[in-house]
């Protein structure tokens, strides 16, 4: 198989990219280069920024894929340029969406591909499924080859996955836990969230690519586990060997309160409750099983970081800001109790 990726170097690209190489795949990935240098041996570089149209037309000019991937595509126009790019250089293309563009807050907690698209609490989604449907229309109208994969929360050895951080990573929560202070859970920690790590993400995506049942299919990947958020940060406590010091607080308040996007982050992903059911993905990719238990993953990802100080990015004005809420918060406990 002959692919490209755009991108190629992301935390769900980068297992995908591994995998395929150990496949014998002839991968080509198309990226500026910023991260290329913890790639593995065997990949094909095009350096080139691909709202460059013009050079990376030029620099595609007589190469042709089974298979064409964007990893970084965020806005319909990013995937018109694809379309001028691509419609006639592969046998599918495939577009990373996200399972945030699922209805919000939905109707059933239980979420197939036939759930609706539709989310006014995040921008983020919405513009994801503007994309969507510009393709289902290049698919429909032209026979543009698409699939759309739609991953949820998946994470990998480098940043632990919360639901609550500052802009700067996930660092300073771990920290925080470390320190024996208070730490944010957003709600009462009670609704069910769905964690994936990469290679297993990995295992399905690259089940989809060059397969003919996947053409014109919108398709989630995601683990069949589901656990509370309470669960999510004892894991992580128990790993760094603490006790947990959480502090629960209303997702609306946490939204209120910061200018980081708590409103889509929260109130429109990580607050409600969401059980993927994978049956179809199952139907197109039979091997699929995602075998990388949760507090498993979530371990190996705290002992990687505290064993490479480069990832323990720290992040004092989320710091404070957590300080803040957790005083209110007394505060406001103090007053009612007087």
């Known amino acids: ?49 691909i709202n460059d149209e013009e050079q990376v037309a030029k620099l595609i000019e007589d190469l042709a894929f089974d298979v064409v ?30 399972a945030s563009a699922y209805q919000t807050p939905l109707s059933d907690y239980r979420i197939t591909e036939g759930t609706p698209l539709s989310n006014p609490y995040w921008e983020y989604s919405r513009n994801k499924i503007a994309c969507e449907e510009y393709l289902m229309t290049q698919y429909r109208d032209h026979g543009f080859p698409i699939t759309i994969v739609r991953p949820s929360h998946t994470y990998d050895e480098r940043s632990i996955p919360l639901g609550v951080h500052g802009s700067k990573g996930s660092w300073q929560v771990a920290k925080r836990m470390l320190e024996n202070k208070p730490v944010i859970i957003h709600g009462d920690g009670t609704s069910l ?41 004892q894991i992580i406590a128990d790993t760094l060997g603490v006790k947990l010091n959480a502090v629960h607080v ?19 992903d990580k607050a409600n409750t969401v059980v993927f059911d994978n049956a179809k993905l199952k139907r197109l990719v039979p091997e699929f099983v995602a075998t990388t238990r949760l507090d498993q993953g979530i371990r190996q990802t705290v002992q990687h970081i505290l064993a490479h100080p480069e990832l323990q990015t720290e992040d004092q004005e989320f710091d404070a800001w957590c300080d803040n809420v957790v005083a209110a918060l007394d505060d406001a406990l103090l007053k009612i109790k007087q």
């Not at 964007?70 to 046998?91: M, S, V």
């Not at 209303?250 to 429109?268: K, N, P, T, V």
Request: proline share 2%; glycine share 10%.
């Open 250 to 268: 209303s997702s609306a308040f946490l939204d209120a309160s910061s200018s980081e996007d708590y409103r889509g982050g929260l109130l429109g």
């Open 193 to 233: 969230w769905t964690m994936t790590h990469n290679s297993d993400f990995a295992k399905g995506f690259i089940g989809l690519m060059g397969n003919i049942h996947a053409i014109g299919e919108s398709v989630h990947i995601t683990s069949d586990e589901s656990v509370t958020w309470n669960q999510i940060y």
């Open 69 to 98: 991937a964007d990893f970084i595509a965020f806005q319909p126009a990013q995937l018109e340029r694809d379309y001028r790019l691509f419609k006639d250089k592969t046998k599918q293309f495939m577009f990373i969406s996200s």
């Open 1 to 49: 198989m002959k692919a490209l990726f755009i991108g190629g170097t992301g935390t769900i690209s980068s297992a995908i990219t591994r995998q395929l190489l150990d496949k014998g795949c002839e991968l080509y990935l198309l990226n500026r280069g910023t991260r290329n240098q913890a790639l593995p041996p065997g990949v094909n570089i095009i350096q080139a920024d």
